[in-house]
């Protein structure tokens, strides 16, 4: 049972602590008193240091979208740590990927490699500004888009620094963020096309790109509507500016991608996680017009985009063999899987009284402390409440308890090494950790 004093990953955390700042080298993986660490995986299962073994919801945070020990990938690696880890030279591996992502993603005719979302995120801003000649960003309202300064103006703000509705603020996110950087970042209402638009009019002089994860996982995967996304779309192309998807996370809501499903294109696309199969990658793909930016072989340098580890051939072979694996079949499995367990979720919910959602869409599911959805950021601080994060450590404690991992803001996604009888596992544990929770 999680606390337990006498754990090892109890022990583990405090040796830890004595070299690690946070006891980890990320950030609210488990809440505490201690972080829970990891053995082995199998399938969907993780077994931690103390033999506990949790169904795996969170499949490190979506890139696991085969679960542990998919021998497609396994075998990849293998034979590819055989032949080399890395080189100067390009390898055949690298186009094979960039062949499966510009089939797959409707709007990618040409792709360059990153080595995680965040670096796919940065380059794609760098690209946007040297295409553009313009230096603002503009992003919605508490969108993620990994782990550098810009991006994280306004990402998680409070009623305290949001500011105005129609024209929110750019707070920083932590300490550090120079003001100057704060300034380059237009915050705009997510879904609001109205607030959207009037505030990009304002800004559109200045702007480079408009970057919008469309389905964000920090909404509980409130997709941005059709008439948004389209007011985005139309409002770019009259004005010169680059827009941006960020994929990282949503790429996984279909075989074409989220701008497949959702049916708008962006300029470029920011891709990660899942095209790793597990190793660490990024990419930033797009149209041939906004890709010529990379091109330095067509004339001199326009903009400096390498890596000593961009485009490694082991994370190659192991995109490969994960997105071979992802046929449409098995996407389609995948969402069928998605829509039994929030389901599944929402009937326990109801039956305990529990004024709760299992929000979602395809493989990605998002437990939340209100019933009716919420389609922006307001709404979804608003309705998660004060007691959010309290309530959230017991609902997370719970479902540790029934041997179910699921992320510390309720996230779960899901991998295809999942059956439907683990789907009805999961369901028979989480009613009980429901039940635990609504006493
Ligand atoms: N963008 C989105 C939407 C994400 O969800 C993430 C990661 O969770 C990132 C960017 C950053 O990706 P990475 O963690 O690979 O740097």
Not at 7 to 14: G, I, K, T, Y
Not at 45 to 58: E, F, K, Q
Not at 198 to 217: H, Q, S, Y
Request: overall charge negative; proline content about 5%.
């Amino acid at each position: 049972m999680f606390p337990d004093s006498q754990s090892r990953s109890a022990a583990l955390f405090d040796r830890a602590r004595a070299v690690q700042p946070g006891a980890n080298t990320r950030h609210m993986i488990t809440f505490a008193p201690y972080v829970i660490y990891a053995e082995r995986g199998n399938g969907c299962r993780v077994t931690d240091v103390d033999g506990n073994v949790y169904i795996d919801w969170v499949n490190n945070f979506s890139t696991n979208i085969h679960g542990y020990g998919y021998p497609p990938i396994v075998e990849a690696i293998k034979a590819q740590a055989e032949r080399m880890l890395c080189c100067i030279l390009p390898t055949e591996a690298e186009i094979a990927l960039s062949e499966i992502i510009v089939e797959r993603w409707p709007g990618i005719d040409q792709v360059r490699f990153t080595n995680s979302g965040t670096e796919a995120v940065m380059v794609a801003v760098k690209a946007a500004r040297a295409i553009t000649g313009r230096s603002k960003i503009a992003k919605t309202e508490g969108g993620y888009h990994g782990q550098f300064d810009l991006v994280e103006a306004s990402f998680l703000p409070t009623p305290a620094n949001w500011g105005p509705e129609d024209r929110p603020a750019a707070p920083p996110l932590g300490h550090g963020t120079p003001q100057s950087l704060l300034d380059e970042a237009v915050i705009v209402p997510f879904n609001a096309v109205d607030a959207t638009l009037a505030r990009l009019e304002e800004e559109k002089d200045a702007l480079a790109a408009v970057i919008i994860d469309p389905i964000p996982a920090r909404l509980g995967f409130a997709p941005a509507s059709q008439a948004y996304l389209t007011a985005l779309r139309r409002f770019c192309t009259e004005n010169g500016i680059v827009l941006i998807f960020d994929e990282v996370f949503c790429g996984r809501a279909g075989y074409h991608g989220a701008q497949g499903r959702l049916g708008v294109l962006p300029d470029l696309t920011a891709l990660g996680k899942i095209i790793g199969g597990g190793l660490p990658i990024g990419a930033v793909g797009g149209t041939k017009e906004a890709m010529a930016i990379f091109d330095n072989l067509a004339g001199p340098l326009k903009m400096s985009h390498s890596g000593t580890f961009t485009g490694n051939p082991m994370s190659m072979v192991a995109g490969i063999a994960a997105m071979r694996g992802l046929t449409p079949e098995v996407f389609a499995r995948l969402e069928a899987q998605g829509e039994s367990l929030r389901r599944g979720l929402m009937e326990r919910m109801a039956a305990f009284g529990l004024d709760m959602r299992a929000n979602g869409l395809a493989s990605m599911t998002s437990l939340q402390f209100f019933s009716e959805p919420a389609d922006n950021y307001r709404e979804f601080h608003n309705r998660s409440g004060d007691a959010y994060l309290d309530r959230m450590r017991r609902l997370h404690r719970d479902m540790l308890n029934e041997g179910l991992l699921m992320a510390t803001r309720g996230l779960m996604v899901g991998s295809t090494a999942m059956t439907d009888a683990d789907i009805d596992e999961t369901l028979a544990r989480a009613e009980i950790a429901l039940q635990a929770f609504a006493q």
